[in-house]
């Protein structure tokens, strides 16, 4: 006589084949249901941390923003009340530097 296990589709010669056939199928299906909740929750907080790094970023920019408006508007009106402006870039050993970048933006807000 063969038994028919429903759950696996497949015939068993006995009973027992057939009972400890589905239980580990049951295991296994458990564990992969597992993996995949473990997989879910950790691309969630990767999303979660990706979404704070946009927010800080986004902060960070606007904070930019704002200290350069602030520095162009002094410095417009200063060279406006004394006929222009002249900044030194030093570095820490107090050497004077100037970027590539310090020149562009003083010439494009100039």
Do not use: C
Not at 11 to 20: G, S
Not at 50 to 66: H, P, R
């Amino acid at each position: 006589m063969k038994y028919l296990s429903e759950k696996l589709n497949k015939p068993f010669d006995t009973v027992e084949e057939l009972e400890k056939s589905e239980k580990e199928f049951d295991e296994q299906q458990a564990e992969k249901t597992k993996l995949a909740d473990v997989k879910k929750a950790r691309a969630k907080e990767v999303e979660d941390a990706f979404m704070e790094l946009q927010k800080v970023k986004e902060e960070a920019l606007q904070q930019i923003a704002d200290a350069e408006d602030k520095y162009y508007s002094l410095r417009d009106k200063f060279a406006e009340d004394y006929g222009g402006y002249h900044i030194t870039y030093r570095n820490d050993n107090g050497e004077k530097r100037i970027t590539f970048d310090d020149i562009v933006r003083n010439f494009w807000n100039w």
